[in-house]
């Protein structure tokens, strides 16, 4: 688990694998796209705020969420999310909410190249999210599952980025890299891989990034 100073007070961040996160901003538990098939979450702290990308079985996953979700757990989820039971905040591309100080923005994620059989996206435009979280200023990106999209480009001052890196379902190490590169964060987690080689990418990224993989910085 690696350790952040924020103006909200310390920020701990834990990968379990895959797109699966549990950090800790100012003592309160959150989770993003919890998954059984990486981490059993049983016994696992309780969640005070969960977040969820889209609704693919690998991050929306019930049987992760029985696991840790309490009678205050807040979910915030995009509309494609089911929603059967749980307190939510649901949020479209381009909308916001605060909870406990912290301001989370809902943002594009989605395929522009990588289709599935039917020739449409895996991921298409304007269904899931990924997430801005902004800690008064420090600002964490979690990029869902996309590929290198144009909104991209517009990313300013992020202190930290995650990425994913596979394919069919998200980006080449290519892409990864220009991504990288464009949003320029001060410290990068690759995540939702299958397979990944941080000698290779380190080689190619801004030496400036700090890149995070297994609590070891490359």
């Not at 309780?46 to 690998?58: E, G, N, S, V």
């Not at 979280?133 to 996309?146: H, S």
């Not at 890196?165 to 995540?191: C, G, H, Q, S």
């Amino acid at each position: 688990m690696k350790s952040y100073n924020t103006p909200l007070g310390e920020l701990q961040i834990e990968l379990f694998g895959h797109a699966s996160v549990h950090f800790t901003i100012n003592g309160k538990n959150w989770y993003l796209d919890p998954y059984c098939d990486v981490c059993s979450f049983e016994g696992k702290t309780p969640a005070d705020f969960i977040l969820i990308t889209h609704d693919h079985y690998d991050h929306y996953d019930e049987e992760a969420l029985v696991h840790i979700v309490q009678e205050h757990t807040i979910l915030v989820v995009p509309p494609v999310v089911p929603r059967k039971h749980y307190n939510y905040q649901v949020l479209q591309n381009g909308e916001s909410c605060t909870v406990d100080g912290v301001k989370i923005t809902a943002v594009p994620a989605y395929n522009i190249n990588n289709l599935n059989d039917q020739d449409q996206p895996f991921h298409p435009e304007g269904v899931g999210n990924g997430y801005i979280l902004d800690l008064r200023g420090f600002k964490v990106y979690f990029a869902g599952d996309t590929e290198f999209i144009p909104f991209m480009k517009t990313l300013k001052d992020i202190d930290i980025a995650f990425l994913p890196k596979n394919l069919p379902y998200t980006m080449p190490d290519e892409e990864f890299i220009r991504a990288a590169n464009t949003i320029k964060p001060a410290v990068l987690y690759p995540y939702h891989y299958f397979e990944l080689n941080p000698k290779a990418l380190r080689a190619e990224i801004d030496p400036q990034i700090k890149m995070v993989m297994n609590d070891h910085e490359y």
